[in-house]
């Protein structure tokens, strides 16, 4: 499983985990979270009122390559958690000119 939407499109709220691969407990709260919903769908008005003015986006592993590997960068050697929007004044958030070039590890773990 890669990506579990439901609602409408928007807003959203998101719950991701699994950026390096070698955080595994994340993946298991998102998705523990994810089974909640799934049952709350059975009976919960509330919930059902909810979506329909939200969506709710589940990415339990964003690094499925890096888990595989149990490496923290992908495999290619990226360090996804190291690519942060960086804000300057005055501007919108954007990748920094210093990380143009997605970051890499130089070790695992």
């Given at each position: 499983m890669y990506r579990v939407a439901i609602g409408n499109p928007s807003p959203a709220v998101g719950f991701?985990?699994?950026?390096?691969?070698?955080?595994?407990?994340g993946s298991d709260v998102v998705l523990s979270h994810l089974r909640s919903v799934a049952t709350r769908l059975r009976w919960d008005e509330?919930?059902?009122?909810?979506?329909?003015?939200?969506?709710?986006?589940?990415?339990?592993?964003?690094?499925?390559?890096?888990?595989?590997?149990?490496a923290?960068?992908?495999?290619?050697?990226?360090?996804?958690?190291?690519?942060?929007?960086?804000?300057?004044?005055?501007?919108?958030?954007?990748?920094?000119?210093?990380?143009?070039r997605p970051p890499t590890c130089s070790t695992t773990g």
């Amino acid at each position: 499983m890669y990506r579990v939407a439901i609602g409408n499109p928007s807003p959203a709220v998101g719950f991701f985990s699994g950026v390096p691969g070698v955080e595994r407990i994340g993946s298991d709260v998102v998705l523990s979270h994810l089974r909640s919903v799934a049952t709350r769908l059975r009976w919960d008005e509330t919930l059902h009122n909810q979506l329909a003015t939200m969506r709710m986006v589940f990415m339990p592993i964003v690094n499925p390559g890096g888990l595989s590997l149990g490496a923290r960068c992908n495999p290619a050697g990226a360090d996804l958690g190291a690519m942060r929007p960086s804000r300057r004044a005055n501007r919108p958030p954007s990748l920094s000119a210093a990380s143009a070039r997605p970051p890499t590890c130089s070790t695992t773990g």
